[in-house]
């Protein structure tokens, strides 16, 4: 059974990462925490995210990002039905790139 990481150093990483102060620390600070495989996976599912919210469809986004039919499947499920942070922020990134 895994063992159970207590909430407070789960908060102090959201904390942490609230700190970093670049892209470039954050690109190290999530080279340093994930695998390459988790750092890609997480990638990837941000372009699809990305490119769902500018309405392209499925084969387009598997011809862009190489991403499965069920990882683009779970991502827009997570878009309908996630908290919504992730569209906010993306949202706010176009704006401030505009």
Do not use: W
């Not at 942490?16 to 892209?23: E, P, R, Y």
């Amino acid at each position: 059974m895994a063992k159970v990481v207590k909430k407070e150093h789960v908060t102090e990483m959201y904390e942490a990462i609230m700190k970093l102060q670049s892209v470039e620390e954050c690109r190290h600070f999530f080279e340093d925490l994930c695998s390459p495989t988790e750092l890609s996976a997480m990638e990837q599912r941000y372009a699809v995210a990305s490119l769902l919210l500018k309405d392209k469809v499925y084969l387009e986004i598997l011809e862009e990002t190489s991403a499965s039919t069920a990882t683009i499947s779970r991502v827009k499920r997570m878009l309908n039905y996630g908290t919504g942070c992730l569209p906010t922020v993306i949202e706010r990134l176009r704006e401030d790139t505009e």
